[in-house]
């Protein structure tokens, strides 16, 4: 190698350092990339359709999306936070309940159970009294577990104003990014934002009407079932939705406890309902619904979340699916078709 190819990876590897340090910042600069790719494609429907001029198609994209976060505080958000303060005082009744229906199975086994003595699993009730200890205490402590709501505000503010100020000229930030490539690459690297762009809106898309979908069922199959608080529930299986494998699970966690208050055969059903749910989510309604599905495949899912949630924290395990996104478009561009498949042609 000569010494301006060590040079330029020396400072490759210092303008890694340096991004490492401020990796929350970059998080929140591809989270406002993000946005901004979605409400720029809605502007630029908004000027095809009826040929409004940018500036326009702008103010009534931001007024609509701000119409609809008001509607959402308005009319979603009191019940939601009505009722998930109350499950949060209740999921600790049903810890202490699973402790004593566990203490009188141990006490009197049925007579079809093949260990009455439980040597098989010695100290679960004594583990599942510390779980509910533990759960009563993070439940508690559920409002001081958001005592940085300062710095949270502080990040969606940051958030906005990077937004905004990236839709208002989009066109030139594109242009700016381009510029960190080499000349006789640049127009390649404009032919894979676009991709990006267009893999990124898909998957957004599909998931947006997916956690619609889990979240429609959630509430009516829970409503049927007589499960209290069905629409924090159906609420929260939709939010969690966005973030694949994981999400679901926990999304069911606080309708099983809840129901397991009332009897252990409904907590059994809300399972079988859950289950149901999405499997037909993920085998019927996402492939109908993305019709530029993205295919990632479910152990890449898996481990771009955890990897992107060990390194960068919650905020990227919720950005994990927009990141190997655009990690597996560039990776697939860039490297696999430009590097590995490219072939000299043969010399006459």
Known sequence: MKLTDWINLALIAIVLVILWQFRQIVLLIFAAVVLTTVLNSLIRRFVKLYGWRRSRAMLVTVGLILLGFFLFLWLVLPLFVSQFHELIQLLPRGFAKLVRW?????????????????????????????????????????????????????????????????????????????????????????????????????????????????????????????????????????????????GPTLSAASPVFVAFLQSPGKAVVVIVLYVLIQNLESYWFTPMAMHKQVSLLPAATLIAQIFFATFLGPLGLILALPLAVISKTWIEEAWIQDVLEQTDEPTA
């Not at 990014?177 to 934002?193: E, G, K, T, V």
């Not at 409503?223 to 939705?241: E, Q, T």
């Open 102 to 246: 566990f203490d009188l199975a141990r006490s009197n086994p049925p007579s079809w159970f093949p260990d009455p003595d439980f040597t098989f699993i010695p100290g679960l009730s004594d583990i599942l009294r510390e779980m509910a200890t533990i759960g009563s205490r993070v439940f508690g402590n559920f409002l001081a577990f958001f005592s940085s709501f300062v710095v949270i505000v502080l990040q969606a503010l940051l958030l906005m104003v990077l937004t905004i100020m990236m839709v208002s000229d989009p066109a030139a930030y594109r242009r700016l990014l381009l510029r960190l490539f080499p000349s006789n690459y640049r127009r390649r690297a404009d032919q894979i934002l676009t991709k990006c762009e267009v893999a990124l809106l898909s998957w957004l898309g599909g998931v947006a009407f997916s956690s619609l979908f889990v979240a429609s069922l959630s509430f009516i199959g829970l409503s049927i079932l007589g499960i209290p608080y069905a629409f924090a529930h159906a609420v929260l299986a939709g939010l969690l939705n966005f973030i694949p494998n994981l």
